[in-house]
């Protein structure tokens, strides 16, 4: 198979870090090529050296036995490379058709945007992914599933010869996920070249010609993929012994909490038009609770109506037995309610601020007395949380936006933790997380259900939500169709629920 792009002894320094170290990549036409590593390993910044986002330090890049020098991530478009960024950037204002079409709007004969060519089109591209919306409405009322979908439609339906996707399934429910491997076997099947970046590993054997694994900006291997088998190329991305990471896959959850039986949180019959009808949700101290459900069966409205980020139209929501004020995050913060957020960019992180001040930006009230702030708390908190989740950064005080993507997400996981809740709302946890830290969170969540903290858990991840909940609660369409406790939590009986789910509208 011909190469078609490919970069020779890459470097490519931040200040203080050496993201990437005379990397050599190749990516050839009709072939899959899986990029993986640790959070921080130089995946992203590799895919932004490739598509003229940065310009290398060193190195050589060459597409189609031509030298080339992208200046702008639109230079390497027009040349034939579609891109979706690990950072979803569409405008969430803009509608979804515009979305699709950005850049290249089909138009009319005085220059004016077809809207009605472009809504028809777009529909079509959408159809074609399994996804129906109103490509009319605005892209951030969808969900960041969603939304990736749309960023999918966009990128494959330009002319490419490389398609690079940077973590595309990471919000995406198994059915999607398999949408997106039938476009990747077309793409494949046409001869483009793939590259995909995931941390869910399984995902690259179905799909995955060939892998290549950095590690701390270090090329450490590039050969087939079905030659290595998981616990070798997890023992390849840590840098560690195929012994030592035996146990390295698994979900780090015991399983099994012993709650109190009086629920630390009630919330009864929450509705709100279009999105919830009449859900109820009660966890005890110590009880995990998993949300169960597709994309746009209301699981993340139902923790936003908790946390006071919606308002319900009706609906009551109590903390140890007393009403809380619904439709407002402070009272739901006071009342001991955190929520980690499922769009962490949207909601959460402050890049120009540095990893401490984001971690203590919450907990900061209870930090300080008489408007004294008290800074060695701070400090200690700050430090056990960047070594429990093993946060890479040069250290506390380097800008969060200089993260990585994975470690942006342990130190917004770290804010909310911090805070010392009651009852804790976790919004895809783990994802885009690797899967050394991925364990190490998991074992936090269960630590701190067994010290008594109530825990809603909604992840995609089908494992992690039953290997880590003791119940769970399946919604479809805004309405709770099932709940399963204890030894009914399996696989079977989830897939069994959700697959009476009709097709999710966002
Ligand atoms: N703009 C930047 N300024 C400073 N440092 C940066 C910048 N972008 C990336 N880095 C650093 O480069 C290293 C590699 O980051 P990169 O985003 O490529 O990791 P990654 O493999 O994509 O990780 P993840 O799985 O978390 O997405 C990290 O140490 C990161 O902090
Ligand atoms: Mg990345």
Redesign the pocket.
Known sequence: MPDVLSVASLTKT????R?LDAVDFTARSGEVHALI??????????I?VLTGVYAPDTGNLTFNNRQVAFATPLEAQHAGISTIY?EVNLVPLMSVARNLFLGREPRGRLGLIDFRRMHREANEALRRLGITVDVRRPLRELGVGTQQMVALARAVSVDAQVVIM??PTSSLEPREVQTLFGVIRMLRDRGIAVIY?S?RLEELYEVCDTVTV?RD?KLVHTGPIAKLDRLHLVSLMLGREVGEVREEGATKFSGDHAPDTRPILQADNLTMRHHLHDVSVEIRPGEVVGLGGLLGSGRSETAKAIAGALAPDSGRVAIAGETIRTGSPPAAIRAGISLLPEDRKAEGIVPGLSVRENIALAALPRLSRFGLVDESAIDAIVDTFMKRLRI??SGPH?KV???????QQKVLLARWLAMNPKVLLLDEPTR?I?IGAKAEVQKLIDELANDGLAVLLISSDMEELIEGSDRVIVLKDGTVIEELTGPQVTEDALMRAIATTGSPSD
Do not use: C, R
């Not at 590593?37 to 590799?46: D, M």
């Open positions: 931040f200040p203080g870090v993201a590593g640790e959070n921080g390993a130089g995946k992203s910044t590799l932004k690990q940077d973590e970046v941390h950095l900006g890479k950064a380097q936006g200089e993260l990585s993507g994975g470690n885009g690797d």
